[in-house]
């Protein structure tokens, strides 16, 4: 017993069924490259990134060593009225590689905060036009934005919304993208269900353009269990909201940071969003950090029109964090000197291959691929089999593959650095889990 009934009091996982983890807890120890080591003394290859964030791979020397520099010289600096220089540095590297006009970054330490942010900025921006009527926020079914009020309430995964009954008011979904008769199977870009974007017309005709302030999605919505949009989909999305003056905001919380073997899923479909958040890959997870880029329309909007002397009243503690600042900084050092972007698009065939390949079993119902990025539904075992998942998930991990599973969707997302033989690791082990597990 390496826990004690305190210690497991004590700590409340996040999105976890402590009962379950805490009657035979799971502890990672270290981690290096492709790889965790646990408390027992298992090496993990993990075929997750951590939560889709350690995109170049677990302890890397040049960001720990930024880290470690940057806590010795000044801990802590603050971002409210004062600055330092590390984090306008960051932020002008990092527009360097974010999609045209997106000039300008606001920092957070989270996904969540970096969505929240961004809803914020789009109410702000049209408030101070005099288009304080611009109000409604547009989510989508089955999307996952993170843990804040804002985010939960533009979010569309339904479990994430159960418990809490006092969400965002003004907010209205879209239907998400999934077809399944029609598109089972797809490899990269499903072809059906462009049409699925003229729901936000309808919603345009039914609310009034003068009344919607901004549309937010994953380009590739990952929590859900990976769903990639159809061909033609965000480029309706664009053109709508582009007609409308209504915002177009992409999550690339996940997608951001060489995930679809691209910077951004921006440049991999070529539709250029109003703002993006960001978070994850951002430092590598190395220290929490996200942001929210904004383009240059916005930016100047704000600053210029705002009549009070601070153009926006929000910001965190940690915002522009030295230490997060450090390890950005030298993440998209390792991006660029690894191309690890690069790296990400030539496995990505391979990787499709053999996730494909695994449609040869029978409990295998959908595969859906993009980048280094993958999720296999699974039949269920019986009527309402909500562990099947979880026991696939377990049986890889005894097997020494990290996997994740979202009720019966397997979902990977490997670190950028992986290589072929740990591709055929990763799927050896999950046919095997499969097999085993039904
Ligand atoms: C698309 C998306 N947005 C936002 C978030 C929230 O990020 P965080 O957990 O850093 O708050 C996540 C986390 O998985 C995500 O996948």
């Known amino acids: 017993m390496r826990l004690s009934r305190k210690e497991k009091n004590s700590y409340w996982m996040p999105y976890t069924d402590n009962k379950w983890f805490k009657k035979k807890p799971k502890l ?59 984090s306008f540095e960051f932020a002008e590297k990092l527009t360097s590689i974010l999609p045209k006009d997106i000039d300008s970054v606001f920092f957070t330490n989270s996904g969540s905060e970096a969505v929240d942010t961004a809803l914020k900025i789009a109410l702000a921006y049209f408030s101070s036009q005099g288009m304080g009527s611009k ?37 209205i979904h879209l239907p998400h993208t999934h077809i399944p008769e029609k598109n089972s199977f797809s490899v990269g870009q499903p072809k059906y269900g462009v049409e699925k974007a003229e729901a936000l017309q309808d919603i345009i005709n039914f609310h009034g353009s003068e009344n919607i302030a901004a549309v937010i999605v994953e380009p590739v919505a990952g929590s859900t269990g990976v769903l990639v949009p159809p061909i033609g989909y965000l480029e309706r999305l664009r053109k709508i909201c582009s007609q409308n003056n209504i915002l177009l905001i992409f999550d690339e919380v996940i997608t951001g940071f060489g995930r679809l073997g691209t910077g951004f899923a921006s440049d991999r479909f070529k539709v250029i969003p109003d703002m993006m958040t960001m978070a994850k890959g951002i430092t590598n997870a190395t220290v929490p950090m996200g942001a929210v880029g904004v383009n240059s329309q916005i930016y100047e909007t704000l600053i210029k029109n705002k009549k009070e002397k601070i153009e926006l009243f929000h910001g ?28 990400a ?19 295998v119902k959908d595969i859906r691929n993009l980048g280094l990025v993958a999720g ?8 309402k089999d909500n562990t099947l998942g979880r026991d696939v998930f377990e049986e890889c991990y005894k097997n020494g593959v990290m996997v994740r599973f979202t009720g019966n969707t397997i979902a990977l997302s490997p670190p950028l650095i992986i290589n072929k033989k740990q591709i055929d690791n990763v799927f050896d082990v999950l046919r095997f889990s499969i097999k085993k597990c039904f």
């Open 28 to 86: 990672l120890e270290s981690a290096k490259g492709m790889y965790y080591n646990t408390i027992d003394g298992d090496k993990i290859l993990d075929a997750v990134a951590g939560l889709w964030c350690v995109n170049a791979g677990h302890c890397r020397k040049k960001i720990v060593k930024a880290v470690q520099k940057q806590v010795e010289k000044m801990d802590y600096g603050l971002s409210f009225q004062m600055g330092h220089k590390l």
């Open 135 to 171: 109000k409604i926020l547009i989510g989508r079914s089955r999307g996952y934005h993170g843990s804040g009020f804002g985010g939960t309430s533009v979010g569309g995964i339904v479990a994430n919304r159960n418990q809490f009954s006092n969400l965002l008011n003004g907010v």
């Open 316 to 343: 965190y503690t940690y915002s522009g964090h030295p230490l997060a600042c450090a390890a950005g900084l030298a993440t998209l050092e390792v991006y660029k000197d690894e191309k690890l972007f690069e790296n």
């Open 345 to 363: 698009k030539k496995h990505e065939n391979y990787f499709g291959l053999k996730a494909h390949n695994l449609s040869k079993l029978n409990m």
């Open 376 to 383: 296999i539904e699974l039949e269920n075992r019986y009527k």
